[in-house]
């Protein structure tokens, strides 16, 4: 489709071809967008070069950026700006917590690890919709992915589910900021996706089976329909929308 035709949207977060990134990275694609991509580490930049190539898709610009950073946000956003000018929207697919604290009791988290969480995983929503706003000049779509375990208690989740809903008030608050420019702030809630990051959390084949256990849809779910539900948020489909968490979990919220 041309949904998304000579829009210029920067992608953070693939890590590798599990990364939910990388599903969105194909549903804006096809849809007709510029990608500009933002990685952390020397690793991911290899995968990624090496996946962007055996797709035949090619990046824009591809940018070093580490969200515990001020200076490295900042030198991103300005190096985008200057190679490639106006951008019109920006997926934000970032999350850490330490491995010891998505186990055991949240009452054990350490104040180091509280802290992390929610600088990696809500703060850095923050700060780069503040650089990002800059650019988005045409107006725009920022989009951040989340997780039930902000809205209930699930097992292991612990600090995880307390940043993430701190990512989901952020959510509110920017929709509110930004709106006055035409730009629209949405997360959508995927279910439990295998992924480096989720290999973090333990327990997460239970996590899986219970989808398939109770969930509406009897299936989980996986990178690419995270992907079409992003691309909706990046379209002006979704024009109307904003401040919102869309659940992508085969109905499972529902499920009491
Ligand atoms: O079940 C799941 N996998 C779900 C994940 C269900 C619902 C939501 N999510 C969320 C995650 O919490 C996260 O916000 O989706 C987002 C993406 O997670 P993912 O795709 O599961 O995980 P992964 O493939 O490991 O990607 C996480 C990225 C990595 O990219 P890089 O390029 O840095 O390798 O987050 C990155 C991580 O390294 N990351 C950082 N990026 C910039 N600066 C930082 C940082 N300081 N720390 C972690």
Redesign the pocket.
């Known amino acids: 489709s041309d949904l998304l035709k000579g829009k210029n949207i920067v992608v953070?977060?693939?890590?590798?071809q599990?990364?939910?990134?990388w599903g969105i990275t194909k549903s804006l694609h096809n849809a007709g967008a510029n990608l500009i991509f933002t990685?952390?580490?020397e690793?991911?930049y290899k995968k990624l070069v090496k996946l962007l190539e055996e797709n035949g898709i090619e990046a824009k610009l591809i940018v070093t950026?580490?969200?515990?950073s001020d200076e490295s946000i900042q030198s991103a956003f300005s190096e985008i700006k200057d190679k490639v000018g106006v951008i019109h929207g920006l997926v934000h697919?970032?999350?850490?917590a330490n491995k010891e604290e998505l186990k055991g009791e949240y009452a054990d988290t350490s104040r180091d690890g509280f802290l992390l969480a929610q600088e990696?995983?809500a703060y850095?929503l923050v700060a780069v919709t503040k650089a990002a706003k800059e650019l988005m000049t045409e107006g725009g779509s920022i989009v951040t992915?989340?997780?039930l375990g902000a809205e209930r208690v699930i097992k292991n989740y612990n600090v995880?589910g307390v940043a993430k809903a701190s990512l989901e008030a952020s959510v509110r608050y920017l929709a509110e900021d930004v709106g006055k420019y035409g730009i629209r702030v949405n997360a959508v809630?995927?279910?439990?996706?295998r992924?480096?990051?989720?290999k973090g959390v333990s327990g997460f084949n239970e996590k899986t089976s219970v989808i398939t256990e109770k969930a509406p849809l009897r299936r989980n779910i996986d990178q690419d329909q995270v992907g079409d539900a992003t691309l909706f948020f990046m379209s002006e489909l979704s024009r109307g929308i904003t401040g919102e968490v869309l659940h992508v979990d085969s109905g499972y919220h529902i499920i009491g």
């Open positions: 953070m977060g693939v890590a590798n599990r990364s939910i990134a990685n952390r580490q690793r991911s950026c580490d969200v515990a697919s970032v999350a850490f990696i995983s850095s992915q989340t997780y995880m809630s995927a279910g439990p996706i992924t480096l990051s989720a």
